[in-house]
C-alpha cells in the first residue's frame, strides 16, 4: 500500500501559467474549493517569458480593427484547420479580458490620449497588441497571481501529476508527488482543468523550460482524451544562437514589429523573396513602405518579416541551406539600422525592447542598438493538443478540462503572435467558469486505490532497478536529438518513420532508467518521470506529422511542399486504441455557420 | 513558398550548421565547488566539467547534474533572466546563475555555488523561500479608483505608467531577501516584509488608479523602520530597480508624513482619510 496524503478540491487547476491561473480565478469566484497545482514555484510559469503582448481587438490604435478582423486574421493564420467557434469566441471575447486585467492592476503602455496602446505583429492586420515594454507575459502572469492571492484558491507549488484517475468514464482527480520531499499526494477532485503548457522539451533547440514536457497532452492521452492536430508545432523564426549556451533562447518579434529587420549574409533582405499568394495584397512591396507600416502609417502594408512565423522560420531556414546564413548558422535580425531614420534610436530601442537589450547585452556581449543580432528557429510552442468543445473547454472525458497551449483549436495549422496570451485569458475564464458548473452538477468520486498503488510502484521503479543501466538525461537527450533532426522544421516520410522506430526503442530504454539518491528534491528521478510524457506526444507529433501528406501552417514536408486541398477539411485525432497502441482518426471540421463565413470572404481582399 | 532543397541525411540544415559551430568552440575544463547537502547539513564538493564560449554558471551546474550528479538539486525555468528561479550565492556574491558568465569570474579558481543563506535550506543549492509566498497576501491588494471612462475603462498618462514600471520588473528572485541583514542576520522574518515586499507595497502606493493607503501597515506590520538604507539589495537586483532610493526611502517619507504630521492628521480627522 502507497503512503499519501489525500486533498479534497471540487476543481483541481493542473499548471499555474496565465491560463491555469485565470481558471482558477474564475472556479473560485463561484465559491467552489479550488486547488491549484504547478511544478515550480508560483509565478514561474512560461508565461512570464512572452514578451510581445497580448491581442485583443480594442481598435485603440487603428479603428478599422474589431472582432471580425481578429477572427479573420486568426483563421487565416491558422489556414482555416481552425475550430472556428473558438477562434470567434476569442475574438470577441479578448477586449474584456484585456480590460479586466487592467481593472486587477496591471499596466499596460499608452496611447497619447491615455488608453492600452497596441502594435503590430505578424499576421494581425491592425495594431492589435497590448503591452507593456517587451515584458507582457510577466505583467500579465504577476498580475493574475497576486490578484489570485486574495481569492481562497490553495496553491500546491513545485507539486507534479503523475497520473489523472476516472471513476468509470468521468474524471475523479490526480495522483500527485510533490517535488521537495517526494511524497505523494491523491487529489480527489470533480472537475479537472489541464493547463500545462507545451512540449518544447521534445527537442533540443527550444524557448522552452525543463517543465514543458507535455504533461497535460499524455495525462489527457492516458486518461482516454483525444488529441489534436498534434503535427502543428511552431517553430518561432528568432531564437538566439550563439554562443551555443543561449541557443533557442526567445527574441521577440516585437523587434520586428518596432522596425527589425532580417538580412543574409549578403545583407539582403531575403523576406521580399517570397510572400506567400493569401498575403500578397496586405504585404509592403518596398523597403520604405514596410517602414512607414512599423511607424503607424495606416496606408502602408506590412513589411515581410511580419508575415506568419512558419513562413519566415522556412525562409530563414532556406537562407542557411543555400549558404547566406551568418556565421553561426542562422540569419541577422537588424534593429539598429533604425538609427538611419530615427533621431534618439539606441534610446528609443532601449525603451521599447529593454530585456532584449539586457539579454543580449548579458549573455552574448551584444548592443543591439548598434549590431545586429544572429538568429535562428527555435521550438517555441504546439498549436495541437486536447481536443475540446469549443464553448466549454471541456475534453472527451467528462469533467476533464483543458486551456492555454495545452489545448487544441484556436490556432490550427498555426498560432498568431500575441493570440497566446489572449488565449490563456478567453479560455481559462471559460474552462474555470465551466469546470465549476460541471463540479456543482456532478455527484462525488470515488477513487481506486488499487490503481493508485499502481501508480506508486510504477513511479518508484527507477529507484528499484539494479544499478549499470542508464540515467535519465541520456534518454532525454536521445529523445530531443531525434525530434529535432527528423521531426523538425522540415520533414520528410522517410526521416519521421525512423524517427518512430527510435521512439519505440526509447520506450524500452526510458523503462529501465536508474536514478541514484532519495524522493527529496531529485530532479533526476523528476526527468526519469517526465519521460513518459515526452515520449507520448513525440509520437503523436510524429504519426500526425506522417500522415499529413502535405504542407500547410507550422508543417512542412520536404516530400509533400504544396498545401493539398484534400487534407483541408478534417483534423487528425489521436487515442489510445483498445490494444493500447496509439491510433489515429481524421475528423471532419464542420461547416461554417454562414455568419462566419461571409467575414472570411469579406476579408479576404 | 519555394521547397528548401533536400540535403542528404537530411537532419535540419539549421542543426547541421548548429554542429559545425560548435566543433570550433574553444573548450577547456572547469573547477566547482557545489554545496551538497539536505536540511542544513551539507559541504562543498568538487566537481570538473567542460565548458565553451558563452557559458553561463547554470549551464555547468546543469551538465554537472546530467553527466555527473543526476539528483543534484537546483530550481531553473526561463534560463533567461526573467523567471528569478535560479538564485543561489557563486563565489559568495547572490546571483542569478543563468545570467553569469564563467568568463566574468576568475579563471584560476573553483567557483563555488552554494544555495541563498538567508532561508531554510532543503537539499543542494534549493532554499525553501515559501515564506515570501506567505508575506504577499498580508499586503492589501490592489484597490482601483471608480472607471474614467462610461466604458469601464481608465484614461492613465505613459508617464505616470513608467513611474512604477521599475517596480514592476520585479522577478521575485529573492536576491534582496537573501542579502537582507535584517532577515539574514537578524532573522526577523515575523516583523519585516524585506526589499522584495516594500517595492511591491511602493508599486501598489504608486499605481496611477489604486486609492488604498497601506502606510499604516507599513510602519506598524511590515517593519518599514527597520530597513536602514544600506542598499545592499538594490547592489544583487538583477533587474537594476533602484530599490532603495525609489521605493523604501519614498516609502518611508510617506510613512512619516502620515504619523508625524499633526497638522494633517487634525486635517484627516476632519475630512476623513485621504490619499496622498
Known sequence: ????????????????????????IEAAASGLSVGVVCKSLLGKAHTVMAEGGVAAALANVDDRDSWRVHFADTMRGGQYLNNWRMAELHAREAPARVRELEAWGALFDRTADGRILQRNFGGHRYPRLAHVGDRTGLEMIRTLQDHGIHK????????????????????????????????????????VILATGGVGRAFSITSNSWEYTGDGHALAYLAGAALQDMEFVQFHPTGMIWPPSVRGILVTEGVRGEGGVLRNRDGKRFMFEDIPENYRAQTADSEEEGWRYTQGDKDARRPPELLTRDHVARMIVRE?????????????LDISWIKERLPNAAEHIRKKLPSMYHQFMQLAGIDITKEAMEIGPTTHYIMGGIRV??????????????????????HGANRLGGNSLSDLLVFGQRAGEHAARFARNAAAVTIDAGEVDEEASRALAPFARASGAEGPYQVQESLQTTMQNHVGIVRTAHEMERALG?????KQRADRVVVPGN??????????????????VSEAITRSALARKESRGGHFRDDFPEKDAAFAGFNHVTRTGADGTMQLTREPIPAMPAELAAIIKEMQS | M??????????????AAQAVQDASVGHGARSFRLWRGADGSGAFTDYTTEVNEGMVVLDAVQQIQAEQANDLAVRWNCKAGKCGSCSAEINGKPKLMCMTRL???????????????????????????????????????????????PDGTWRIDQRDVERVQEFRKCIECFLCQDVCHVLRDHHLHDEFIGPRFLVYAAALEMHPLDVADRRSELKEDFGIGYCNITKCCTKVCPEHITITDNAIIPLKERVVDRHFDPLGALVRLVRGPRKP
Not at chain 1, 320 to 332: D, T
Open chain 2, 103 to 149: 568568463d566574468d569570474l576568475p579563471a584560476d579558481e573553483p567557483v563555488t555555488v552554494e544555495p541563498m543563506r538567508a532561508f531554510p535550506h532543503v537539499r543542494d543549492l534549493v532554499t525553501d523561500v515559501s515564506w515570501n509566498f506567505r508575506v504577499k497576501p498580508r499586503i492589501q491588494p490592489f484597490t482601483p479608483r471608480a472607471p474614467d471612462a
Open chain 1, 519 to 536: 524522493r527529496e528534491f531529485n530532479p533526476g528521478w523528476h526527468t526519469a518521470l517526465d519521460l513518459r510524457h515526452l515520449l507520448i
Open chain 1, 502 to 506: 527510435e521512439i519505440e526503442s526509447l
Open chain 1, 320 to 332: 542557411v541551406k543555400e549558404g547566406r546564413g551568418s556565421p553561426h548558422g542562422g540569419v541577422y
Open chain 1, 389 to 410: 468543445d469549443g464553448d466549454t473547454q471541456m475534453s472527451t472525458v467528462p469533467g476533464l478540462f483543458a486551456c492555454g497551449e495545452c489545448a487544441a483549436g484556436l
Open chain 1, 1 to 24: 500500500m502507497a503512503e499519501y496524503q489525500t486533498v479534497d478540491h471540487d476543481v483541481l487547476v493542473v499548471g499555474a501559467g496565465g491560463a491555469g491561473l485565470r481558471a482558477a
Open chain 2, 2 to 15: 519555394t521547397a528548401p532543397a533536400s540535403a542528404p541525411g537530411a537532419v535540419d540544415a539549421y542543426t
Open chain 1, 152 to 191: 481562497g484558491i490553495d496553491v500546491h507549488m513545485e507539486c507534479t501529476v503523475l497520473t489523472l484517475l476516472r471513476d468509470g468514464e468521468r474524471i475523479a482527480g490526480a495522483f500527485a508527488y510533490d517535488r521537495e520531499r517526494g511524497r505523494f499526494r491523491l487529489f480527489r477532485a470533480r472537475a
